[in-house]
């Protein structure tokens, strides 16, 4: 019986290693500096949950939009937010600064 469990545990071991691995992978950042993003593509994994963690450098509020990802966040000046995202298809999703129209990026989930 013990010997079962010991195998039992192992296995379950060795399938969820690569899960947690890959959830601790799952955090992105996004800054915002001179009013444009830092990066303006991001790629992610995709069909995995992930955390984009936004952080706006500039003195003056931004904004995290995305009507593709349903998202809208504001970054206050020196402020950092936190936006729960996906699982995403593989894709291009687009987001911007409704506060600067010429700030845009993408994220891509691949």
């Given at each position: 019986m013990l010997k079962q469990r010991l195998l039992a545990f192992t296995l379950l071991a060795t399938l969820v290693a690569p899960l947690a691995a890959r959830a601790a992978d799952a955090?992105?950042?996004l800054t915002i500096k001179d009013r444009k993003f830092n990066v303006a593509e991001l790629q992610v994994p995709a069909n995995v949950k992930f955390t984009l963690t936004v952080k706006n450098?500039?003195?003056?509020?931004?904004?995290?939009?995305?009507?593709?990802?349903?998202?809208?966040?504001?970054?206050?000046?020196?402020?950092?937010v936190?936006?729960?995202l996906g699982?995403?298809?593989?894709?291009?999703?687009?987001?911007?600064?409704?506060?600067n129209p010429t700030a845009r990026g993408h994220i891509v989930a691949k």
């Open positions: 955090d992105f950042t450098l500039d003195k003056v509020p931004s904004e995290f939009e995305s009507t593709d990802l349903n998202r809208e966040k504001v970054v206050v000046g020196g402020g950092t936190t936006v729960y699982p995403l298809t593989p894709g291009r999703y687009a987001f911007f600064d409704d506060f």
